[in-house]
């Protein structure tokens, strides 16, 4: 299988925000695009899928088996974000930020790999944040489930190297989605969106199209020799 034969991609959180975009970038490249999503999708072929429920998403995958063949790529862009005080944070809390944002990678990498190493070719993509450049104050669970997704792509970028599957991590920064947007208004932010534009060094807000252009390239056959990275896309706000 190469790129160039339109193999299969799968967006989790395909229906909202940045997963949207990718969804839709993917699609617009030539790819036949499956969106699993706990809420209903408008792009590809949508799944209902809470991606913390490997039995979801095993037959999940199945289904996208069915509808388009095996799964050559996989980008991982659900995910839930949580501000708490650390002393206040219950562990169900902190169970479910993880089990979104790790847990749900951990299923679906393992969900979607036999077929790209059967093909001898795939491409992972994890959306992780730039939170985990520096860390964020009432997010610590957020960030630690993020920085083990960072640590996971770069393990399996080694491991599966040899097999032709790449696996690379966007940790996206200050993207303007509905997730940025009800953190600007629940005033978790420390500051408005316009703020933080002008502590932003190319002067705006992210968008999701951003975040879906890299996706794009690391999908292609040229950037086949790129794998293990930790690519962020943020403005120069990380750097
Ligand atoms: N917007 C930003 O600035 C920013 C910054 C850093 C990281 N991120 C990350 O980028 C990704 C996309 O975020 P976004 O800003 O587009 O948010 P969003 O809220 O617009 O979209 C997230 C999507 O994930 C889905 N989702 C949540 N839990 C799920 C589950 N258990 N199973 C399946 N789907 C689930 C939601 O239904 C939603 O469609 C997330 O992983 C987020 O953590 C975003």
New binding site residues.
């Given amino acids: 299988m190469s790129a160039a034969q339109a193999p299969t991609a799968v967006v989790?959180?395909g229906?909202?925000?940045?997963?949207r975009a990718i969804a839709q970038r993917l699609t617009a490249d030539g790819l036949n695009v499956a969106v699993?999503?706990?809420?209903p999708s408008e792009e590809g072929f949508g799944l209902t899928?809470?991606?913390?429920e490997r039995a979801q998403v095993d037959k999940a995958m199945d289904a996208v088996r069915e509808r388009f063949g095996p799964v050559g790529v996989l980008v991982n862009?659900?995910?839930?974000?949580g501000f708490t005080r650390f002393a206040d944070l219950s562990f169900t809390d902190w169970q479910r930020v993880v089990d979104?944002?790790l847990n749900?990678v951990f299923h679906c990498v393992q969900s979607a790999l036999p077929d790209m190493v059967h093909a001898r070719w795939g491409r992972i993509i994890n959306?992780s944040?730039?939170?985990t450049h520096s860390g964020q104050p009432f997010m610590a669970h957020y960030v630690a489930a993020k920085s083990a997704v960072n640590g996971l792509t770069k393990s399996l970028a080694l491991e599966l190297g040899p097999k032709g599957i790449t696996v690379n991590a966007i940790p996206?920064?200050?993207?303007d989605?509905?997730?940025?947007r009800t953190a600007e208004r629940e005033q978790q932010l420390g500051g408005t969106i316009e703020d933080h534009i002008a502590r932003t060094p190319v002067r705006r807000v992210g968008r999701?199209e951003d975040i879906a252009a890299t996706c794009s390239f690391l999908v292609s056959e040229e950037a086949g020799y790129i794998t293990g990275q930790i690519i962020g896309v943020n403005g120069g706000r990380n750097t």
């Fill in positions: 989790t959180g229906a909202s925000g940045i997963g699993l999503d706990l809420s899928v809470d991606v913390a862009a659900a995910g839930k974000d979104i944002n749900g959306i944040s730039s939170s996206p920064g200050f993207i989605t509905p997730m940025l999701p």
